[in-house]
């Protein structure tokens, strides 16, 4: 069990990759906390599925860019579980695909608050708790490649939120491991409301491994960076596209 005894918070785990990492993660012995906003039928069902496999886990419904939900997350986790060791920060999204001469401040606003300021809220209180362990970010392949039309102001959140990975790997280190994926097309609801069809059916053809990614890609990829496996990595943004951006 490779984070047996280990608690993970998993923010945006109520649906798709979020709720792929927080089983993944409580296969391999982690406690398990769950913070979802809207999604709670999908939290629940992803909590009955860790405890139906002999896991724990509770789910905590909040706003991450409201400090009393950020604070409530974190003393929710530790009433239940007692530590904090390792921090997935997944929960984000683009919220509508706007040009830049269409967008008002507000939506840019909006955007940077959810993808960049959640990460930013979250990390400086779990860091508060943490005395070794990891950090996984959630950032984008939209942070290399600038995204598609309309997403702007989604890829420059992701691009921070690589940025903001380099840098606090060398803040907090050793003790501490700070890394990110970069997903490219997995198949989420994210897809499904932002990406046409033969958008998804196109990159599944020009792809060197032909398919679209599934979530346990990424679970797989966030317990690797989770766990001692990756003792020597930190600072990286890891592509996850199956091929269609070389970095």
């Known amino acids: 069990m490779k984070l047996d005894g280990k608690t993970a918070i998993v923010t945006g785990g109520g649906r798709d990759i979020g709720s792929a990492v927080a089983i993944k993660l409580a296969s391999e012995g982690a406690n398990v906390a769950i913070n979802y906003f809207a999604s709670s039928e999908g939290a629940d069902a992803t909590v009955a599925k860790i405890e139906e496999a002999g896991g724990k886990a509770i789910a905590v419904q909040g706003d991450l860019n409201n400090q009393a939900d950020v604070d409530t997350l974190i003393s929710r986790t530790l009433d239940a579980f007692g530590s904090i060791d390792v921090l997935v920060n997944n929960a984000g999204g683009l919220i509508a695909r706007k040009k830049i001469v269409e967008m008002e401040l507000e939506h840019w606003n909006a955007v940077m608050t959810l993808n960049l300021t959640s990460t930013f809220m979250m990390t400086k209180a779990c860091l508060a708790h943490m005395k070794t362990g990891a950090i996984v970010n959630l950032a984008s392949q939209?942070?290399?490649?600038?995204?598609?039309?309309?997403?702007?102001?989604?890829?420059?959140?992701?691009?921070?939120?690589?940025?903001?990975?380099?840098?606090?790997?060398?803040?907090?280190?050793?003790?501490?491991?700070?890394?990110?994926?970069?997903?490219?097309?997995?198949?989420?609801?994210?897809?499904?409301?932002?990406?046409?069809?033969?958008?998804?059916?196109?990159?599944?053809?020009?792809?060197?491994?032909?398919?679209?990614?599934?979530?346990?890609?990424?679970?797989?990829?966030?317990?690797?960076?989770?766990?001692?496996?990756?003792?020597?990595?930190?600072?990286?943004?890891?592509?996850?596209?199956?091929?269609?951006?070389?970095?």
């Open 142 to 247: 939209a942070g290399r490649d600038g995204g598609g039309p309309g997403a702007v102001a989604y890829a420059a959140s992701k691009g921070a939120v690589m940025t903001m990975t380099r840098g606090l790997a060398k803040e907090v280190g050793p003790e501490i491991r700070v890394n990110a994926i970069c997903p490219g097309m997995i198949d989420t609801d994210f897809h499904n409301i932002h990406t046409p069809d033969a958008g998804r059916r196109g990159f599944e053809a020009n792809a060197p491994l032909k398919r679209q990614g599934h979530v346990e890609d990424a679970a797989n990829l966030v317990l690797f960076l989770a766990c001692e496996d990756s003792a020597f990595i930190t600072g990286t943004n890891i592509d996850l596209n199956g091929g269609m951006l070389f970095s």
